[in-house]
Each structure stands twice: as structure tokens, then as C-alpha cells.
């Protein structure tokens, strides 16, 4: 399903990749585990079309991802970054424009849901209505979090999104992951996630 074939990229005279290669199947759940500075995020970013590899090919479905085809593969992905970057306004403003994102049109937002995920999440639903620059580091996470879960794509890419929880909500976050019927890819140094069965570790 997902398949990097022999990249490679260089950043400022630094090899970041050199012949990579990667295959996960569709449905696997994957920890990529590899020193800071190694690559990690930038592997995520590459499956996301904001960087490109000086030499190799990234597939998607059987499609190599370019500037034709992106816009299309990167409608199949949740991804939560490490630093959570939502725009600075009302919680529940954000969650509602996403939604109305030309490539989320055939989504609606399951308000039960979000309700039921902001509890599991220990957070209230007055949330919804405070600014996104009141948040603490752990509530963008998990609002980054549960906006993923509730796109319900397939590919899911989550970049040490447990990084800024205590260990309850780590746990939470971990187990809900584990069960999730999507491709996931994790990125985090948070042992609990090496500990799950369900996940394939890779390392370089």
C-alpha cells in the first residue's frame, strides 16, 4: 500500500536518506524508531508531498505520489504533527471548517462522536469554544488527535503526538491507536507504543 523505493535526500550537505527503502501493507501498524535527526518526521512529509527526494519514488496505492497525483493520495491521510499547528481561533470553528474542506465534502461531523472522544480524552466540551491559543501543549495534541480520528481516513501518521500527555492519556491515545482498522504509522519515543504487538518496529 505504501511503498518508498530507494530514496534518497539531502539536506544542506547532509544525507538524511541514501537507498531507502520501506513497504507497509495495507492495515499495518508501524513505530518508526530511529535516532533525532534522522529522518522520521521528514519520511512523514515526504508521504505527504511537502518534500520531495532528489532520487527514488514514493507509491501510494499503487500510485507514485507528484505533483499530479498528490492532491488526490493526501486526501486518504490523518496526520498530526509534532507541534499540533491549528489555526488560532475557536476549537469548535476549526473542527467545523475542516470539515468543510473541498477534499472532506463527502464527511459529516459526527457531533456524538466528538463528544464521546473529547470525553475519552479527559477533555469537556467546553473546549469547544475556547481559542486555540488558551490550550495547553497536551490539549492541542489531543484535539489534533481526535480531529484525525474523526476524518476516519485510511492512512493515519501521528508524529510523537503522546510527547505532551501524562501517562493515563498516553495510555488512552496508545490503546485507541492499537485498535484503529487503518494504516498507521507512528512516530514517538514513548515506550508504551514498542510495547504494543500490533506494531511492526523499524529501525536505520
Do not use: C
Not at 30 to 35: G, R, S, Y
Not at 51 to 69: A, F, M, V, Y
Not at 108 to 121: A, N, V
Not at 159 to 182: G, I, P, Q, R, Y
Amino acid at each position: 500500500m505504501i511503498e518508498f523505493k530507494d530514496i534518497s535526500l539531502l539536506f544542506d550537505d547532509k544525507i538524511i536518506f541514501k537507498d531507502f527503502n520501506l513497504k507497509i501493507k495495507r492495515g499495518e501498524k508501524v513505530l518508526l524508531n530511529a535516532p533525532s535527526g534522522s529522518g522520521k518526521s521528514t519520511l512523514f512529509k515526504l508521504l505527504l508531498g511537502f518534500e520531495r527526494p532528489q532520487e527514488g519514488q514514493i507509491e501510494l496505492d499503487g500510485k507514485n505520489i507528484s505533483s499530479k497525483t498528490i492532491k488526490e493520495l493526501r486526501n486518504k491521510i490523518a496526520y498530526v504533527s509534532q507541534d499540533v499547528d491549528i489555526p488560532n481561533q475557536k476549537v469548535d470553528l476549526v473542527i467545523e471548517e475542516i470539515f468543510d474542506f473541498h477534499y472532506n465534502k463527502n464527511k459529516e461531523l459526527d457531533r456524538k462522536k466528538l463528544s464521546e472522544l473529547l470525553k475519552f480524552m479527559n477533555l469537556s466540551d467546553e473546549i469547544l469554544s475556547k481559542q486555540v491559543n488558551e490550550l495547553s501543549g497536551g490539549e492541542r495534541a489531543r484535539i489534533g488527535f481526535i480531529i484525525a480520528i474523526l476524518l476516519d481516513r485510511p492512512i493515519l501518521l501521528l508524529d510523537e503526538v503522546t510527547s505532551a500527555l501524562d501517562s493515563e492519556l498516553k495510555e488512552k491515545v496508545v490503546e485507541l491507536t492499537s485498535k484503529l482498522d487503518k494504516t498507521v504509522l507512528v512516530i514517538s519515543h514513548d515506550i508504551l507504543w514498542s510495547e504494543q504487538k500490533q506494531f511492526r518496529i523499524v529501525r536505520w
